[in-house]
């Protein structure tokens, strides 16, 4: 099995990065809608809008601990001229004062608690002389500083009933679920998780824990892989380690049932033994053949009896680089996070690929890591973020440039 490698192929060689994102996202299946409890929503992607059952805050309300009173009684205290108002009751959370304050009136209110009727103001406690308290009357106090309206919640200030609130496609990040309970739902529709096979190759490849013999190497692509699908939402299938042998890589294969698409890492390249890229050219199908993009340049994306395929590179940087800046966007849907930073080093150029420099932000720049070696996976760790150098150009120190955080 040797797969001929001129540029002559029937299928596009050396695409963009974002070529390679746009085939991907569309071998992948449109998922069902399914619903889970609100405690099984964390990660996953809204299937539908979301509207709000409730008005958020629920009443007009006290942002403060303090005192309710009405603005206008209030607008001469000062440090040298406190204001002097009768305390009428009191207002917290989940028990509202039922009465009216009234001119020269105020209730103590803490933060949460509805807003008195009469009241439109707020004073906080750390404005409040010391109460007093008579035996045969009520008890007054000295505001220092006038209320304020400020410290007032208005009712559905946040959101109002009926009111769209979260748009489908939104992932739900841990403060998206919260909000959607403060909306009133205990259920969410969310897209089915997407099935991903899990595959690492090569002969060179072992278990972790095993003692490592020369030339050897631990499966740092497939826990690290695995563990970034997990963060993305998706269920993995590990089918573990497949050798470089054809027949071992297909019967491996073959235990993708029920995948949605399977991710491989090694075996694309331009070597003799490199079976992935065999196996879809000669026997499968190719989508594409390498990416303009340094590091991560000899991925592949195809099918085999109807499984899209994509393979990454072996090299652990390179692997884990594609699969942060091309699979996992096209997996969530959602864009990479990326921002603008000034150049604290320059960074340069290729000028026939996209170049991903792993670089450390320090002050609000971003500066070289160093080594930018394929195989070394410690720059990946340390590093903050891939700073992304345009096809044929170069950066220098003080340029803006955008960056993808890791």
Partial sequence: MSAPISASQPFPMHVSVAEAHEMLAALLPDLE???????????????ADLS?????????????????????????ASAEAPVRLKIVG??????????????????????????????DAICPVEQLADEESADDGPAHVHLLRPASPADVRPEGGDF???????????R?????????????????????????ALLSTGDEVIEPGLPLQAGQVYDSNRVGLSAMLNESGCEVIELGH????????????AGAGGADVLLSSGGVSMGKYDFMRDLLIERGRVAFWKVRMRPGGP??????????????PGNPVSSLVVFHVIVRPALTGQPVQSLKLRAATPFRGLKDKTAFWRGVIKDGEVGDYGPQGSGILRSLSDADALVIVPEGGAVQVGDVVDVVLL
């Fill in 90 to 119: 009191e207002s917290r959370a989940g028990m509202p004062f039922d009465g009216r304050v009234g001119v020269g009136e105020c209730v103590r209110i803490y933060t949460g608690a509805p807003l008195p009727e009469g009241a």
């Fill in 242 to 253: 497949a050798p470089d042998s054809p027949a071992s890589l297909q019967a491996v294969i």
């Fill in 172 to 196: 739900l990040s841990a403060p998206r679920v919260a909000l959607a309970v403060s909306l009133g739902h205990a259920r969410l529709p969310v897209r089915r998780k997407l099935r991903v």
């Fill in 33 to 47: 809608t399914e619903t889970v409890s609100v405690s099984q929503a964390l990660g996953r992607t809204l299937a």
């Fill in 160 to 170: 109002r009933a009926g009111e769209t609130v979260m748009r489908a496609g939104l």
């Fill in 299 to 312: 991925a592949i994306l195809g099918g085999w009896n109807g499984l899209p395929v994509f393979g990454l």
């Fill in 52 to 76: 709000a059952l409730v008005s958020h805050p629920s009443a007009t309300e006290s942002a403060l601990d303090g005192i309710a009173a009405r603005e206008a009684d209030t607008l001469t």
